[in-house]
Nanobody
Framework: QVQLVESGGGLVQPGGSLRLSCAAS????????MSWYRQVPGKERELVAL???????TYSASVKGRFAISRDDYEKMIYLQMNSLKPEDTAVYYC???????????WGQGIQVNVSS
């Protein structure tokens, strides 16, 4: 079965770093567009970063220069390295997989990131 399992979240102080991981299984990972989204209560889920099957990344303006998305197609993993964290980065972060043209879309269960002193 298809699975996306996030890990690496938790509590960190402002200015600190975390690395989120997402382990994928049950689909042809290397062909999918992979993304990280985040959501806070009362707000819509927003795109944080994406990385194409050609390993080309794109970032939202709010995290550009601080976060880095990467993927390992052999291990079927994606990562989100988060540096210089701010309180406004606090959210539930979701791993996302999509295959444009085929209508395939998968979500992880989400993982909490809290940035607070």
């Amino acid at each position: 079965q298809v699975q996306l399992v996030e890990s690496g979240g938790g509590l960190v102080q402002p200015g600190g770093s975390l690395r989120l991981s997402c382990a994928a299984s049950g689909f042809t990972f290397s062909t999918y567009l992979m993304s990280w989204y985040r959501q806070v209560p009362g707000k819509e889920r927003e795109l944080v970063a994406l990385i194409t099957s050609a390993h080309l990344p794109t970032y939202s303006a709010s995290v550009k220069g601080r976060f880095a998305i990467s993927r390992d197609d052999y291990e079927k993993m994606i990562y989100l390295q988060m540096n210089s964290l701010k309180p406004e980065d606090t959210a539930v972060y979701y791993c996302h997989a999509a295959l444009p043209g085929w209508g395939q879309i998968y979500w992880g269960q989400g993982i909490q990131v809290n940035v607070s002193s």
